[in-house]
């Protein structure tokens, strides 16, 4: 997950995305390699919870925390070509 958050590798075990309803949503693959990643209809609400762990005695400085929700489509006539857009930006948490 924090691939598709762009920290890197190193983030996967401080920062954790779940949505509601993860179980029975369906996953699709960006690339051969990446990781499957939940898929939402344009009508379905995007709930869950993102949980940002700091080691016990430790700062986290940051330039604020948004979740940014990008959406994709694959048109019928031309598979293979994605289109990408983005859909929802939501401040978590100002600066500090």
Do not use: W
């Amino acid at each position: 997950m924090a691939s598709l958050l762009g920290f890197g590798g190193k983030a996967d075990d401080r920062i954790s995305v779940t949505f509601d309803g993860d179980a029975q949503r369906p996953r699709k693959k960006l690339s051969s390699n990446a990781p499957a990643h939940p898929v939402f209809a344009n009508v379905e609400a995007v709930t869950g919870v993102v949980e940002v762990r700091v080691p016990a005695g430790r700062r986290l400085e940051h330039q604020g925390i948004k979740i940014e929700v990008v959406g994709q489509i694959e048109l019928f006539y031309d598979r293979g070509t994605y289109y990408d857009f983005t859909c929802i930006l939501r401040e978590l948490d100002t600066p500090g």
